[in-house]
């Protein structure tokens, strides 16, 4: 099981979004530790991040392995999310 880090830009983000959508964000955020690269996750290009899909919604986040660590950077909009 990995341990999920949020930073606090990324609560910042769930915290402004619909209450529903916020919901299925924290759902899927507390998945993630059991499977940290589910088959609907997206590898990022030239980074090792990646990008998880909820609804227009996206989580960005990086992977430890070593230390069995999922860091949290963002939470935003598809349209915002990758600039």
């Known amino acids: ?18 209450k529903d959508y916020a919901r299925l964000i924290v759902e899927h955020i507390d998945r993630l530790s ?3 690269r589910p088959p609907d996750a997206k590898k990022l290009r030239a980074t090792t991040d990646y990008s998880l899909r909820v609804g227009v ?7 430890d392995d070593r230390a069995q660590i999922i860091t949290i950077y ?6 915002e999310a990758y600039r």
């Open 34 to 36: 059991a499977t940290p």
């Open 1 to 18: 099981m990995y341990s999920i880090r949020i930073l606090r830009r990324a609560l910042k983000d769930i915290a402004k979004l619909p």
């Open 74 to 79: 963002r939470v935003k909009h598809r349209r």
């Open 57 to 63: 919604y996206r989580i960005l986040y990086d992977i």
